[in-house]
């Protein structure tokens, strides 16, 4: 299987002047969801696809939940989620509080079989340019 891809043409945001470029950027892709992958787990093991899916509806949960009481969630080889923040400089240490906090976001590191895989990916040029 290939990952798609497709052609865009942007401005070098360091230099607005210079001439666009093309790129390759990711085509947009079809999703798996919760409900598919309980099926598919379920395929390849002894449980049904609703106890997988139950599974999976847990996982997810208590990911949030771990990650709202400022835990890492480590999963295996598919890697890590964290919080990190982004907040505004001050100019002692001392005024920095939650006021400088602008904005949460989750950081995902990719595990060992995740960074394998981006190794050896194959890619096709999508048909459809417009998207």
Do not use: W
Request: hydrophobic share 40%; with cysteine.
């Amino acid at each position: 299987m290939s990952i798609k891809f497709k052609t865009v043409q942007m401005v070098n945001p360091q230099d607005i002047t210079a001439p666009r470029k093309f790129y390759a950027k990711a085509a947009k892709a079809s999703i798996t969801d919760l409900d598919e992958l309980a099926e598919l787990v379920a395929f390849n093991s002894s449980m049904s696809k609703t106890d997988c899916f139950a599974v999976l509806m847990g996982l997810e949960t208590f990911v949030v939940r771990e990650l709202e009481h400022g835990r890492n969630v480590r999963l295996g080889q598919l890697g890590t989620y964290k919080i990190g923040l982004q907040s505004e400089g001050r100019d002692t240490e001392e005024e920095v509080d939650f006021t400088a906090i602008k904005k949460a976001k989750i950081n995902f590191t990719p595990g060992v079989g995740i960074r394998k895989m981006l190794k050896h990916l194959e890619y096709k040029k999508a048909q459809n340019q417009s998207a």
